[in-house]
């Protein structure tokens, strides 16, 4: 008979930039599958360089695993199909106290954006639907609003929430088509989605990025 139990276990996030009352705006940004939030978050990283009061945290998955047999590169992951709920519950809780950690260095009016990529999408969203706080920009970059979230948490979240899509126009795993088929399912939830494209694949694009590092609710 299969069984449970609650374990504490060291999380790793990588952060730039240095959390003060001077901070006025935090991103926290989740990785694809098989990334590693130390790679993953240097994407980021001219955000931080060009305005000391922006601050970014990128969290890693709980999961690793070695991309291709037994060595070489690692990968990390939000979860998996086995064992699936419990994943979800560890990541929700891991970043749930990251984000109370972080939250409580900056100033109560911090501008908090929130941006999944790929698998990291879906964790934000389950995250945000338990979280203590309420981002001023949700971006889902590459990836889908998880579809499992119950309608009444979903619309919880959404209403009134300014929320990015992006989406290359190459992108191999998710296409334009799809990607405006949930831009107009979440706005039903009440959420002010826009939807954006670029010429590119499943990768983030740093044009794009400072366009959003510019928007301010």
Same mark, same amino acid.
């Given at each position: 008979?299969? !069984?449970?139990?609650? &374990? %504490?276990?060291?999380? *790793?996030?990588?952060?730039?930039?240095?959390?003060?009352?001077?901070? *006025?705006? &935090? =991103?926290? &940004?989740? #990785?694809?599958?098989?990334?590693?939030? %130390?790679?993953?978050?240097? #994407?980021?990283?001219? $955000?931080?360089?060009?305005?000391?009061?922006?601050?970014?945290?990128?969290?890693?998955?709980?999961?690793?695993?070695?991309?291709?047999?037994?060595?070489? *590169?690692?990968?990390?992951? =939000?979860?998996? !199909?086995?064992? !699936?709920?419990?994943?979800?519950?560890?990541? @929700?809780?891991? $970043?749930?106290?990251?984000?109370?950690? &972080?939250? %409580? +260095?900056?100033?109560?009016?911090?501008?908090?954006? @929130? $941006?999944?990529?790929?698998?990291?999408?879906?964790?934000?969203?389950?995250?945000?639907?338990?979280?203590?706080? *309420?981002?001023?920009?949700?971006?889902?970059?590459?990836?889908?609003?998880?579809?499992?979230?119950?309608?009444?948490?979903?619309?919880?979240?959404?209403?009134?929430?300014?929320?990015?899509?992006?989406?290359?126009?190459?992108?191999?795993?998710?296409?334009?088509? +799809?990607?405006? /088929? +949930? #831009?107009?399912?979440?706005? /039903?939830?009440?959420?002010?989605?826009?939807?954006?494209?670029?010429?590119? !694949?499943?990768?983030?694009?740093?044009? $794009?990025?400072?366009?959003?590092?510019?928007?301010?609710?």
């Amino acid at each position: 008979m299969e !069984r449970h139990i609650t &374990v %504490a276990r060291t999380a *790793r996030y990588q952060q730039l930039g240095i959390l003060s009352s001077q901070t *006025r705006r &935090v =991103w926290f &940004v989740c #990785h694809g599958y098989g990334q590693l939030a %130390a790679y993953f978050v240097r #994407h980021f990283a001219f $955000l931080a360089e060009a305005d000391p009061a922006t601050v970014i945290i990128a969290p890693e998955g709980l999961s690793r695993f070695y991309l291709s047999g037994n060595g070489g *590169r690692v990968g990390a992951s =939000w979860m998996t !199909r086995d064992d !699936r709920l419990h994943e979800i519950q560890d990541h @929700v809780n891991f $970043l749930n106290q990251l984000a109370a950690a &972080v939250l %409580a +260095q900056c100033p109560p009016d911090v501008h908090v954006t @929130v $941006l999944g990529f790929s698998q990291g999408t879906a964790t934000v969203g389950r995250w945000l639907a338990q979280a203590a706080f *309420r981002p001023a920009h949700l971006i889902l970059w590459a990836g889908g609003f998880p579809e499992d979230l119950a309608p009444t948490a979903a619309s919880k979240l959404l209403k009134g929430l300014l929320l990015t899509i992006v989406i290359g126009t190459a992108d191999e795993y998710i296409s334009t088509a +799809q990607a405006e /088929q +949930q #831009h107009q399912q979440l706005q /039903q939830f009440g959420a002010a989605t826009r939807l954006l494209t670029f010429a590119g !694949r499943h990768e983030l694009n740093r044009a $794009l990025l400072e366009q959003l590092a510019a928007v301010r609710k």
